[in-house]
């Protein structure tokens, strides 16, 4: 089963995305008294470009150089210039990965820096849940990720990884959510919500289908479809208490997604869930 999109692509490439415009370099990547003297016991001048950059990735984006990547030009030139060496000292380091390794190792130690594991993609994915329970907004899931990572001083792995991370805590706050809404509903609305995913021969569609279906503008001519459709809805009794709990952003979400599902794949659902 393929797993559940979390970012957009284009969301994926603004996180992927390393600092170009000086702005940004100056204000990432500006290496200190300490920095500076610490890239300077490197003897070869590829070696202080390549350590330089790893120093400056760890604490942003707050990961470690990847095997073959190759930084942008103007992050090389800034941090070349900064340790008096030549951006395209880089190529010659990025062909070592014993040493890339052995520097990466050495900033771990020196900054009490973890890499990532199983034990902390289970640990964040809880962490996570009551926040994609309040809004499952992707982008703002992954941003809530990276920065609890950068604050427990973990180093966060491929994107792909913290978008699985998002998946499970979505999937998470999704049950969780379904089962406050769930709450709020008696054995009879539950049977008779059950009841609207079937067919009913004399509309040749389910309840639920007939009821979502679009009457058109409101119009004197129309009101009778709109008042037995509301009349419909009300019968139901469900309390607004259902919506009150809920976070803006959830029932937005839910709403979104009742007008989008199929109503086959609710059944589905609806049946697998009295499977459990």
Known sequence: MPHRTVLSAAQRSYFAALPTEHAELAKYYLLSDEDLALVQERRRKENRVGFAVQLCLTRYPGRLLRVGEHPPLPLL????DQVGADANAFGAYAKRAETRREHALLLQERFALMTFSG???REVARWLVPIAADNPNGN???GAVLNELHQRRILHPELTVIERLGAAALGRADRRV????????HTYQRRV???WLIPEPDRHQSRFSWVRQPIGKPCPANLPAILERLRAIRELDISVAVLDDLPLARRQGLSREG??????????????????
């Not at 007008?259 to 459990?276: D, N």
Request: aromatic share 8%; glycine share 2%; hydrophobic share 55%.
């Open 119 to 121: 034990h902390h993609f």
């Open 77 to 80: 030139r800034f941090m070349a």
């Open 178 to 185: 379904l089962a406050q809404i769930n709450g709020y509903l």
């Open 140 to 142: 703002l899931l992954v």
């Open 193 to 195: 919500l059950d009841r």
């Open 259 to 276: 007008t989008r599902v199929a109503v086959h794949s609710l059944r589905l659902s609806a049946t697998l869930a009295v499977m459990r």
